[in-house]
């Protein structure tokens, strides 16, 4: 059927011509198998059914290959002619231990640790009330190790975060808050059946005015979720003080740390 002034004949795409830098390297291999075999240009562009104006203007760079040309003389060679492409350089790995500062630990040797915890102390604010806030424990990829971070505190601008360090030899685990050279260390021991972690806080509170005094108080971490098999109640935080309904549970269990042996104040008399 002839075709209407509308309906223009099919135009051949152009040939994909290949980089510059690929069509050089893909010359100089082909001039190169051609004094190997002894083979002439013309042979070659027979073998490939190129003709042999388009080898010449390749082979001298007047012109790049084109990628139907590259095929057929490989074909013709039975010879890759082009590079794979490269390969994305790969990304590096991540470090799998911690620091031995920190207690050269791998993740899977500390996994138990990972979670969301009651934590507990007295409060400095309220004589015979309990302080309680919640203290997060993740495994950070990038720097290798466990972090981590307090929330539900009254006093939120306070709110720590930091390192967690696992040393075999003492067999203790340590919540290490570093802010500008200025230090404070949670020391606990390792967990009980039920998750939990008891020991001493060792930390700066306010005095008089700007005055920021040392302290060391017990404290307990439990984790949030057997809370239903120590049978606490519906989990509370901010500053407890008697006559709360959770308070009676949460004093039990600070008051584990002097009474279980988890921690020690040695000349301290015990506390009335």
């Known amino acids: 059927m002839p075709l209407s002034e509308t309906h223009p004949p099919p135009v051949e795409p152009p040939e994909t011509e290949l ?8 010359a100089e291999a082909v001039r190169e198998e051609l004094a190997r075999r002894r083979m002439s240009r013309q042979a070659l562009a027979d073998a490939a059914r190129i003709s042999i104006s388009t080898l010449e203007k390749a082979l001298s760079g007047r012109r790049s290959f084109t990628l139907a040309t590259t095929i057929r003389l490989e074909e013709a060679l039975a010879l890759p002619l082009r590079l794979p492409a490269p390969r994305p350089a790969a990304a590096p790995a991540l470090p799998r231990h911690a620091p031995e500062a920190f207690g050269s630990y791998t993740r899977e040797a500390v996994a138990f640790l990972e979670g969301r915890y009651l934590t507990l102390r007295p409060s ?7 302080f309680a806030y ?16 307090e929330a539900e505190r009254l006093d939120a601008p306070f709110a720590q975060s930091g390192t967690v360090s696992v040393p075999n030899q003492s ?8 802010f500008q050279g200025q230090y404070r260390l949670a020391m606990l021991g390792r967990p009980t059946i039920q998750g939990e972690m008891f020991g001493i806080l060792t930390t700066l509170f306010s005095g008089r005015g700007a005055q920021l005094t040392p302290a060391a108080t017990p404290i307990a971490l439990v984790p949030e979720r057997a809370a239903p098999a120590l049978d606490l109640p519906d ?12 308070e009676p549970a949460y004093r039990r269990i600070l008051e584990r740390v ?15």
């Open 19 to 26: 980089p510059d830098a690929q069509s050089r390297a893909i």
């Open 235 to 246: 989990l509370q935080y901010g500053r407890i003080a008697a006559g709360m309904a959770c």
């Open 124 to 130: 400095f604010g309220q004589a015979g009330a309990i």
């Open 258 to 272: 002097r009474a279980d042996g988890f921690a020690v104040f040695p000349g301290c008399a015990p506390e009335a």
């Open 171 to 178: 067999g203790q685990i340590y919540l290490v808050t570093n």
């Open 134 to 149: 919640r203290t997060e424990i993740a495994w950070d990829a990038e720097s290798a190790r466990l972090v981590f971070r």
